[in-house]
């Protein structure tokens, strides 16, 4: 049972306009969500995060927003960049003493 | 220097041969983890320890075994490999003393394994 989706596999934008990735999870227990951004031939490495009691937390170009009676949430970037252009995961714990569970995964491609 | 070092970077292996992988930290975090990703999986948890002396099934542990030699040292093991095994493997590390609540996981450059 996969508790974290993202269901675009990919998504495609010009530089300078929003990229808008998407995540869904279907477990009501689940109290911190986290983005996580991987370039080829690296590790994931930490983009943004928010705590289930927020519906939205900003960071520069990077902004995620959480609904949590839809159990969505949404990275969006503004401006994009062609340096965006990643696969960025969407991860989800609960509590403080669990794992975190990933979904699978959206390739971003910024074109210039 | 990268705080999350993996060993090899590369591997390419037979079936049915032992093979290790190798993680260390220099973040002083007690909570170390075992990935691995194949294409249009995402990452899927293998092992996890939360301190030296606990040892965690992930969601695909079978054909995996582990070692946590000391904090800073965490070892995925393959006794004898399959073609199924082939993915990249990244391991990761956490602490949540002074990182409020957040769980933020920190993850090494990962270890591309091939099995023939």
């Known amino acids: 049972d996969q508790q974290v989706k993202q269901n675009s596999p990919s998504l495609s934008v010009q530089e300078g306009r929003i990229s808008i990735l998407n995540c869904d999870y279907t477990?009501?227990?689940?109290?911190?969500f986290l983005w996580y951004k991987k370039y080829p031939a690296e590790g994931p490495t930490f983009l943004i995060s928010i705590s289930s009691i927020k519906d939205k937390n900003e960071d520069g170009r990077f902004t995620v927003f959480l609904n949590k009676s839809a159990k969505h949430l949404s990275l969006h970037i503004v401006p994009s960049q062609p340096g965006d252009s990643a696969v960025y995961f969407c991860?989800?714990?609960?509590?403080?003493?669990?794992?975190?569970?990933f979904g699978k995964g959206t390739l971003l491609t910024v074109n210039p | 220097d990268a705080d999350v070092t993996q060993t090899p970077r590369n591997r390419i292996t037979k079936t049915g041969k032992r093979i290790m992988l190798e993680c260390s930290q220099t973040k002083g975090h007690d909570r170390m983890y075992w990935y691995r990703q194949d294409p249009g999986l995402g990452l899927r948890l293998i092992y996890y320890s939360f301190d030296v002396k606990d040892i965690n099934k992930g969601e695909i542990s079978d054909g995996y075994s582990v070692s946590r030699q000391a904090q800073a040292k965490f070892s995925l093991s393959l006794e004898s490999a399959i073609p199924n095994q082939t993915a990249l493997y990244f391991c990761?590390?956490?602490?949540?003393?002074?990182?409020?609540?957040?769980?933020?996981?920190?993850f090494g450059p990962g270890t591309r394994l091939t099995v023939l």
């Open positions: 477990n009501s227990m689940f109290d911190y």
């Open positions: 991860a989800a714990r609960r509590g403080s003493n669990y794992k975190l569970t």
């Open positions: 990761a590390t956490s602490d949540l003393k002074g990182q409020g609540n957040s769980n933020e996981q920190f």
